[in-house]
Nanobody, 125 residues
């Protein structure tokens, strides 16, 4: 079974950049599309789609991050990256990565399993 570990979060100011990593181990990580989701701290907020990358490297983005975030993967390292530029306070959230194990649209969080434990991103104004 693949295990996922996110890293790279932190506290930054608006306009700064961060690069998140999602490292997979213990299984066939390279066989799966991988997605990044985030969950903002407000009560009742669900997990929001951010970006996904296919096995072949095709990238998909949510509208709020298009042009600012870039997803990529390094199959030799079993790692998917999320480069986040021009960060804004509304990007503050816990960021999770997951393997897409079911067919269908990328933004549906129910199509992903397992998940990592997440990494906190906080953007101050």
């Amino acid at each position: 079974q693949v295990q996922l570990v996110e890293s790279g979060g932190g506290l930054v100011q608006a306009g700064d950049s961060l690069r998140l990593s999602c490292a997979g181990s213990g299984g066939t990580f390279s066989w799966y599309d991988v997605g990044w989701f985030r969950q903002a701290p407000a009560p009742g907020n669900g997990r929001e789609f951010v970006a996904a990358v296919s096995v072949s490297g095709n990238a998909y983005y949510a509208d709020p991050v298009k042009g600012r975030f870039t997803i990529s993967r390094d199959s030799s390292k079993n790692t998917v990256y999320l480069q986040m530029d021009s960060l804004q306070p509304e990007d503050t959230a816990i960021y999770y990565c997951g393997l897409k194990v079911n067919e269908g649209d990328y933004p549906s969080s129910g199509r992903y399993w397992p998940w990592g434990r997440g990494t906190q991103v906080t953007v101050s104004s």
